[in-house]
């Protein structure tokens, strides 16, 4: 027992400062007396709840956890004392946590949680509010995540634990970055990346990293966002060549070189267009277009390599939120090939992975893959009439049921890309219904934020600029003469007549805000905004 209360209190120690390899080592050194764990010890379930802390940084893995779970089974617990039964009640949450079963690791969190007092481990009690924190994030809600993230981290501060508060620190980031407040997140990251910058906690350090890419892809930031997910490939294969957190960067790092890709070709086909003599240029003789053509081939092979890595690694964990993203990631590449067949299948095994895990996240991106795959063959008008009919539809379908899941969320950039596909859909060859495409395009605007000028900014210029060009200026102004505004309010119409005007005054004046704004007697601010909603000003 003495030998037990001693481990822990070492392993305590070298959690909170982040001596990881020291952590490990220990570990090592005592596992046959972890093997030979007796659940009616007085320290047995407290040293089970350390055990899960370094199986969550990335010591042995989940089966081992489970493993010593067993040891406690339903006939020996009801002899344990309350503050042992909510220890085991953590660990139990945890392997919850790396089965993708959610909601159970929720409702065992908050059982401990509602017994704090009792608990009476401040420590264990912060770990507790970050864990739920972070299931709830994986489930979408970011409000609930934050509460009990902000809990935790209030928490390691007191004791104080300020390293261990790090660590929560990057998970905050994180929310804050999904309610749109990047420059408050990179400043979260930078407090913890100084705590943590001289510990061998490369599985943190890596975390930074990675959210450090995933805000710069959402900037439009490219090449920064892939050294972000490069070193966050590095500093995790450190530890584990096959950790998780590796796969998920790798399949960011894909994501970004498909974004690339396709400014690649959107690049090579306005050149081919613009002109006879470009046409010329990027001909398949040409050497400037065999070069632009061989980047971008290679590109997209190199995506497509780090999604197989990836998917190998999360197989290896039995993880299919993983091989979900996995599936549409490499879905999207189909499709952007022209490859609409092997796009759908990818969308559609991603999509039945997700539901069985009741994966709202994924279910939404699998469905708005396949409404864009249906919506694809509506518009390269494959096949008869009646083919037509059924894409049209299965792609309204799909991107229904792509809106109602992301709404069960609380992820934005989710909800604007169900939303955008929605209106990829109405405003297709079938359906041509633009109002409806308008309605889509102004639910989009509302989530995206004024930073953020990645792919699906893009594709929301894209999709009004197809409305635009379909829908007749003086047919809406003669509309608004006889009074027809439809269900428009009079703001609405007002913003859409200065999305009519403004840019057409602005290339009069030689694209000068100052001119357009002293020409229409209107503040420069309101002149940017407007050009940036039309996709005119960066």
């Not at 956890?65 to 009801?78: A, T």
């Not at 990251?189 to 490369?202: G, H, K, R, S």
């Not at 943190?204 to 490219?222: C, D, F, P, T, V």
Request: charged content about 25%.
């Amino acid at each position: 027992m003495a030998l037990k209360s001693t481990l822990t209190a070492k392993l305590d120690s070298a959690l909170a400062q982040r001596r990881v390899a020291e952590g490990f080592a220990l570990l090592d050194r005592h596992n046959l007396e972890l093997l030979r764990l007796q659940p009616l010890h007085q320290e047995a379930a407290n040293l089970l709840a350390r055990v899960a802390q370094w199986v969550d940084l990335g010591y042995r893995d989940g089966d081992f956890l489970q493993e010593l779970v067993r040891k406690f089974p339903s006939d020996v617990r009801g002899r344990m004392s309350l503050r042992a039964y909510l220890q085991l009640r953590m660990a139990e949450a945890f392997c919850a946590m790396g089965e993708e079963d959610l909601d159970r690791a929720i409702e065992l969190l908050d059982f401990v949680l509602k017994a704090e007092h009792e608990l009476g481990d401040q420590r264990l009690a912060a770990i507790a509010h970050f864990w739920k924190g972070r299931s709830h994030r994986k489930k979408g809600e970011y409000d609930a995540a934050m509460e009990h993230v902000v809990k935790g981290r209030s928490l390691m501060q007191t004791i104080p634990a300020p390293k261990l508060a790090a660590v929560i620190q990057i998970q905050e980031s994180w929310l804050l970055f999904q309610k749109g407040q990047s420059t408050a997140a990179l400043q979260l990251l930078e407090v913890a990346n100084a705590q943590l910058a001289t510990t061998d906690d490369t599985l943190s350090l890596g975390n930074i990293e990675s959210a450090k890419g995933r805000m710069a892809r959402q900037a439009g930031k490219y090449a920064e966002a892939l050294e972000h997910f490069a070193q966050a490939v590095e500093l995790y294969a450190r530890r584990d060549p096959n950790h998780r957190n590796l796969a998920r960067a790798l399949v960011n790092a894909a994501s970004v070189k498909r974004l690339i890709a396709l400014q690649l070709r959107k690049r090579i086909d306005a050149r081919a267009e613009s002109s006879q003599s470009a046409l010329r240029d990027v001909s398949p003789t040409s050497k400037g277009a065999a070069g632009a053509l061989a980047r971008y081939t290679q590109v997209c092979r190199e995506a497509l390599e780090e999604l197989q890595r990836a998917g190998e690694i999360y197989s290896l964990h039995h993880y299919f939120s993983g091989i979900a993203s996995v599936l549409v990631s490499t879905g999207y590449l189909h499709l952007d090939s022209g490859n609409i067949e092997l796009g759908a299948q990818e969308a559609l095994n991603a999509y039945e992975l997700a539901h069985d895990k009741n994966d709202h996240i994924h279910m939404a991106r699998a469905r708005t893959l396949q409404c864009m795959a249906e919506n694809a063959r509506v518009d390269e008008q494959l096949g008869e009439d009646a083919d037509a009919a059924l894409h049209a539809n299965n792609a309204r379908q799909y991107a229904e049921e792509a809106v109602h899941w992301a709404e069960l969320t609380q992820n934005r950039q989710l909800a604007a890309e169900a939303y955008v596909a929605r209106g990829m859909m109405f405003a297709n060859d079938f359906f041509q219904q633009y109002d409806e495409a308008k309605q889509c395009v102004d639910h989009a605007a509302s989530l995206i934020g004024p930073e953020d000028r990645d792919h699906l900014w893009e594709d929301l210029m894209a999709l009004k600029a197809r409305i635009l060009r379909a829908s007749s200026i003086d047919e809406t102004l003669r509309a608004w003469s006889e009074g027809l505004l439809g269900e428009k309010t009079f703001q609405q119409v007002t913003e859409e007549f200065a999305e009519i005007v403004i840019p057409k005054v602005w290339q009069r004046e030689g694209k000068k805000v100052s001119k357009v704004s002293s020409r229409l007697s209107i503040s420069p601010k309101k002149v940017r905004r407007i050009l940036r909603n039309v996709g005119l000003l960066e």
